[in-house]
């Protein structure tokens, strides 16, 4: 009879695992679940393009280089864009 208690036992802590294993996945991944794997791949690489013209990796304490990196920043966007533009307008389909 004790045998097949500490059977039972046994097997009941081993479900308490799994279910206990399964609540932390859920935890974990609760965020993920109501998203598309594009539409979190949008909002990082959103959140990293949005830093890297605001100048977040400047030094927090130095107003200058963080303004400095922004325009720089803002600059080469424009003139990508504007190369962008007349390479389209010279080479573009007629």
Known sequence: MGRSTNRRDEIEAERRRAADAALAGVVRDGEVLGTSGFARTLRHAGERLGGHFAGADADPADPVEI?????????ALLAVLALIAHLVLTYGPR
Do not use: V
Not at 67 to 75: A, E, K, Q
């Open 67 to 75: 303004w400095g990196r922004r325009i720089s920043r803002g600059l």
